[in-house]
């Protein structure tokens, strides 16, 4: 059989067959509304429970706080525009990073045109924040602070901690993007003064179109639907029954493995990038070496076409991605790689692969064996390439 490899987990992920197996009832035999009063309802109100009791343990936190979303998106969307209306009055400040998810950034501009004033710090050249840009952003009228967990392009995990106790000390709300940490590494929103968490389902082996955002007790945000009762009158609309159970039982088993997960994934990663970065010539590694996602891996290969590359890939039965979903197709370098400092013709030729539990090593080896003859064949038709080799021998 043709070897395939689905290496853009930060993408999306395969449902597990397990929460594939525990949706199935309620399309089927367990549909009732979970708003209505007959014994056959009750138990779509009590999977919804269910579930929701399993994310609020996985953050420490109580059921309640946790509001279902169809997405990451929408949690963010939510997140931000609600609590910078609700908090109008106290300042219109917001603070947030260069490194963003478009769901936050483009969020921002809408703010601003709204009348907001939105601060986007930068990053230092691994991807992460420093805390006294931070520091130096804070002015009294500042109500938010937006800062993601880990990247999506280059892994770089962020000092939420300390991102935390800034935001507490100085009375504003802190917000993170947690959606490709969340399932991935251990969270906190106690131990992290995290006020209010975004998550979606499908990067961590649940359906696609559910999410979630966790809000503490006691902050003021604005509903984002208005209709019926449903999560606490605060997103109306009957509930996406398969998908919250499917998303329970998704974060059940991230929980549970989640240990042994990023060891296997750690050791996988590690292993690519060392052999990568010693056998393919003008090669560097993006975002931080150790303090990034443990399953992300993301290359700049010099006088390289990302585009060019991914098709060859794609040609060997590896996907991959060039940057984020969305940007690929549009001609901008992503605004992650410029924001840690690459120059265009560097940007232009990244890589993305983002890897699973399951991957090993022999799936590695594949992938570095497709690689350098890919990297070797695009460079031996680059003009800039030959004109820089003829000038440095
Ligand atoms: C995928 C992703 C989102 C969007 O989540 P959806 O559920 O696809 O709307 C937001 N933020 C980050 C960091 C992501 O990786």
Known sequence: MEKFLYLDNAATTATKPEVVEAMLPYFTEKYGNPSSVYRFSSQSKEAINNARKIIADSLNTEAANIYFTAGGSESDNWALKETARAYANKGKHIITTKIEHHAILHTGEFLQKEGFDVTYINVDENGIIKLDDLRNAIRPDTILISVMFANNEIGSIQPIKEIGELAKQNGILFHTDAVQAYGQLPIDVEEMNIDMLSASG????????????????????????????????????????????????????????????????????????????????????NGHRTNRLPNNINFSFQFIEGESMLIMLDMAGICASSGSACTSGSLDPSHVLLAIGLPHEIAHGSLRITINEEHTIEDMDYVIEKLKSIVERLRSMSPLYEDYMRKNS
């Open 202 to 285: 499908h990067k961590l082996g649940g359906p696609k179109g559910i999410g979630f955002l966790y809000i503490r007790k006691g902050i003021k945000i604005l509903n984002l639907i208005h209709g019926g009762g449903q999560e606490r009158s605060r997103r109306a609309g009957t509930e996406n029954v398969p998908g919250i159970v499917g998303f329970g039982k998704a974060v059940e088993i991230a929980i549970a493995t989640m240990n042994e997960r990023i060891e296997k994934e750690t050791k996988t990663r590690d292993y690519l990038i060392d052999k990568v970065l010693k056998e393919i010539p003008f090669t560097r590694l």
